[in-house]
Nanobody, 126 residues
Framework: EVQLVESGGGLVQAGGSLRLYCAASGFTFDDYAIGWFRQAPGKEREGVSCISSSDGSTYYADSVKGRFTISSDNAKNTVYLQMNSLKPEDTAVYYC???????????????????WGQGTQVTVSS
């Protein structure tokens, strides 16, 4: 059974940091790219970042560049999202997802992803 389980969300003040975890199982981790997405109330789900498990290529949305860092531990089938300098507009439910990406330029497209986690809430207070 394929599973993606997010954890690490919570409530933090603006300027603070959180580290999200995405634990994957049930598929060949090295064959997939793992993406982080977020969805705020009343807004569409949007791509935040992505990492290729095969070659380590990383991708970021402009809104998080320089503040968020994605990394992975292939031995643990886990992807991390380190979020620093958090802003109230980062408040959302954060999801991780897995995709076979033939072209990294499409990393932000939801339809590229085969498997999704249940999400973890991140709330940034002002």
């Amino acid at each position: 059974e394929v599973q993606l389980v997010e954890s690490g969300g919570g409530l933090v003040q603006a300027g603070g940091s959180l580290r999200l975890y995405c634990a994957a199982s049930g598929f060949t981790f090295d064959d997939y790219a793992i993406g982080w997405f977020r969805q705020a109330p009343g807004k569409e789900r949007e791509g935040v970042s992505c990492i290729s498990s095969s070659d380590g290529s990383t991708y970021y949305a402009d809104s998080v560049k320089g503040r968020f860092t994605i990394s992975s531990d292939n031995a643990k089938n886990t992807v991390y999202l380190q979020m620093n300098s958090l802003k109230p507009e980062d408040t959302a439910v954060y999801y991780c997802a897995a995709a076979h990406l033939s072209d990294g330029s499409s990393w932000y497209r939801l339809e590229e992803y085969d498997y999704w986690g249940q999400g973890t809430q991140v709330t940034v207070s002002s």
